[in-house]
Every structure is written in C-alpha cells, then in structure tokens.
C-alpha cells in the first residue's frame, strides 16, 4: 500500500509564509502528478496547484503568483511554498498523487490532510 503524509501546517499571521510538505511511501513503482488541495468547512475540496512527472505546473487563479509547488522525485515528496498569505487561504490542505505501484495498477492517494490557518 501507499501512505502519504503532510507536515508543515500552522498558524500564521496575514503576509506570512509556510512551506508544506508531503512523503510518499510504501509499494511505489513510479509517481506521476501530484498536487495539493485545500478544503474549507461546509465546500468541496479544491485543486490548489499540481505538478507533472515532467514539471509542469498548474495553480488556480487564486494563489498565482504567490504559491508554487515543486517536487523531488528522489524522495518521492512534493512541496507547496506558500508567500504572502491570506485569511482566504485558511484550510485543511491534502496532498494527493497518481501512483502506480508493485501491483502495476494506477491509483490516487490522498494524505490525512494539515491545518493552515491564517490570522488577519
């Protein structure tokens, strides 16, 4: 199986900045995008940025220029570094991959989620 797991969440004030990460482990062949999502009380889970195996990037609208994601593929982790924060952005982030594993199939996995908070 596959586990992923987040670190990096908190509490920071407006302007601030955080960086989360996320690990991926377990029967991994090979990992193709991964992405972050953020989800807020009483909404759907939204796409925050994602990134192919290739290193192509996409964001929605609302974090450009102020978030990017990257990946290291060595260590099978990505990142979201994200400046200049707003009350907005409070959420509980998850990281998400399309993995393939040692079963040959291609599935999506989901971590346990990590609490942003931005105070204004």
């Known amino acids: 199986q596959v586990q992923l797991v987040e670190s990096g969440g908190g509490l920071v004030q407006a302007g601030g900045s955080l960086r989360l990460s996320c690990a991926a482990s377990?029967?991994?062949?090979?990992?193709?995008?991964m992405a972050w999502y953020r989800q807020t009380p009483g909404n759907q889970r939204e796409l925050v940025a994602d990134?192919?195996?290739?290193?192509?990037?996409n964001y929605a609208d609302s974090v450009k220029g102020r978030f990017t994601i990257s990946r290291a593929d060595a260590e099978n982790t990505v990142y979201l570094e994200m400046n200049t924060l707003k009350p907005e952005d409070t959420g509980v982030y998850y990281c998400?991959?399309?993995?393939?594993?040692?079963?040959?199939?291609?599935?999506?996995?989901w971590g346990q989620g990590t609490q942003v908070t931005v105070s204004s």
């Open positions: 998400n991959a399309l993995v393939r594993t040692a079963r040959s199939t291609w599935s999506p996995f």
């Open positions: 990134i192919t195996s290739s290193g192509v990037t």
């Open positions: 377990g029967s991994i062949v090979s990992i193709a995008t």
